[in-house]
């Protein structure tokens, strides 16, 4: 019995993921690049002659190449996984799955050995990730090494050394051939551009700064989500003998982590997620010790009684901000708004898309893929998509001439004759509704048929709840008008009002 509902409970981590998935699709600017290098990789191949003239005219990060260069590795490994099919996955999967399984079941030889050999590989791993992926990672593996070895766990000629320049080398050997060939430039290594651009020129500053304590104060507890964690579990697992030595151990090179990035003045909460799972950890020993004394006392029963109902309000939280994230996305739902009103139409169809489109949503996934064959009848559209930005070639009506559609957030400064066809709106709140008040209408605008049928079965469940359980009152999402499609008036197409 504990068997099955271990596997129910570790199936319930992926399942919430796909859930979420599901259920809010979209992605912001900020996952944007590798969301479309990607798309790519996939859409038009890995270029063998012509790379140059290939790379600039088909890849997205040419025409948008943001401050600094990301890495592509990522996205490579992310396209190649997608076109694994058949025995060729199978085959990979089961390198990888033995590859992991090496790295965390116990080993024959005695536990410690065992332990300093995941140790290593750990370590190995963290500088590879730094090297490649986020720069960051330098002040968490710093931050681990230090206690480990501090604690006696490594050695500096046989761990650090080895799992240390090992990653490093690989690292480089990795990052430096791939993105020199994406971005055409060499050598390239774009952690080292990104970090010197951000942490030694201090550029990251123009994003905006926030106080030394915010990831302590602010950010790091709003992550863990729930407040019985950080306020009665942690201190709980510090607290006492029994816990204090594990909790010590996880908590330390994490509190230094977190401590020493917050002399950084651009903080954003992506940036030290790599503490929650540690922090969680410390959380479920304070919250175990207390379920598991449950009987004994009335405090303890107390205790376990407001982890359930934290719990559980926890799990409301995390949904109320999944249906407020599906709220957030009014690009990609005025784009599948688009494509359901004038795919086949026309034989070619051009819609420019304004900044706040391309930032909330709008990805080259969503594009249409160009037909077969523009012959024929019209059953089918070639799609031309635009993002310019540049403010002197937006004042100019000629450069309007070429739309038949734009999706903008002010119509008002799209030049030329045009017709609003449909309004796109977004979260603008939260608001009470009263019980003298009806509650808003806000079905989902996107085509697809069940984001429309989930939002038409909260509005029904809300209705319910107002009459059965609140008399009346309600907690619901403000909307308003995020973005606007336009048509062009010459248009014949048969237009969709919201």
């Known amino acids: 019995m504990k068997l099955v509902n271990d596997i129910l409970l570790l199936a319930l981590i992926p399942t919430l993921i796909l859930l979420h998935l599901v259920l809010s699709p979209y992605t912001k600017v900020e996952e944007s690049f590798n969301l479309q290098a990607t798309h790519d990789i996939l859409a038009y191949g890995i270029p063998t002659e012509n790379i140059e003239e290939y790379l600039k005219q088909n890849y997205d990060h040419f025409s948008f190449p943001g401050v600094v260069p990301r890495t592509f590795t990522g996205a490579l490994l992310l396209a190649s996984g997608s076109k694994l099919l058949g025995g060729t996955w199978g085959i990979q999967r089961q390198i990888i799955g033995t590859l992991a399984l090496a790295a965390i079941l116990p080993s024959s030889a005695s536990p410690m050995v065992s332990e300093t050999k995941s140790l290593r590989l750990s370590l190995y791993l963290m500088t590879l990730a730094g090297v490649i992926f986020r720069s960051e990672l330098a002040i968490l593996l710093a931050a681990e090494t230090a206690w480990l070895y501090a604690r006696g766990r490594l050695s500096i000629a046989r761990d650090i050394y080895p799992a240390g320049l090992g990653g490093a080398l690989v690292g480089l050997l990795v990052t430096i051939p791939v993105d020199s060939f994406f971005w055409l430039k060499f050598p390239l290594w774009p952690e080292w551009v990104g970090f010197y651009y951000n942490a030694i020129e201090g550029k990251s500053s123009d994003w905006g700064t926030s106080p030394w304590w915010y990831y302590f104060v602010q950010a790091l507890p709003r992550l863990l989500v729930n407040p019985f964690s950080w306020q009665v579990c942690i201190p709980l697992a510090i607290g006492l003998p029994a816990t204090r030595p594990a909790t010590i151990h996880i908590l330390v090179p994490i509190i230094a982590f977190v401590g020493i990035y917050s002399f950084q003045p651009h903080k954003e909460l992506r940036f030290v997620m790599y503490a929650i799972p ?43 901000m999944l249906a407020i994230s599906r709220l957030n996305y009014p690009g990609a739902e005025a784009l599948d708004a688009l494509h359901s009103i004038a795919h086949g139409s026309k034989k070619v169809v051009s819609v420019h898309m304004d900044t706040l489109s391309c930032t909330t949503g709008i990805t080259r996934f969503l594009e249409k893929p160009a037909p077969v064959s523009l012959v024929g ?9 635009d993002k310019t930005e540049d403010g002197d070639t937006l004042l100019s009506p000629e450069f309007w001439e070429q739309f038949d559609y734009v999706i903008a957030e002010k119509p008002e400064r799209v030049i030329g004759q045009w017709e609003i066809i449909r309004i796109v709106r977004g979260f603008a709140g939260i608001s009470i509704t009263r019980p003298t008040e009806e509650l808003t209408e806000q079905y989902d605008s996107s085509s697809d048929p069940f984001p429309l049928q989930l939002s038409m079965w909260w509005h029904s469940f809300s209705k319910a709840m107002r009459k059965q359980v609140t008399q009346g009152w309600w907690v619901e999402a403000k909307m308003e008008p995020k973005l606007y499609l336009l048509k062009k008036e010459h248009l014949s197409t048969n237009s969709l009002h919201p």
């Open 278 to 320: 540690s922090l969680t950890a410390v959380a479920a020993l304070g919250a175990h010790w207390i379920w598991t004394r449950r009987d004994k006392s009335l405090v303890y029963r107390v205790l376990s009684l407001s982890l359930i109902a934290s719990t559980l309000a926890s799990f409301g939280a995390s949904s109320g």
């Open 377 to 385: 009848a019209v059953s089918d559209s070639f799609w031309v998509y």
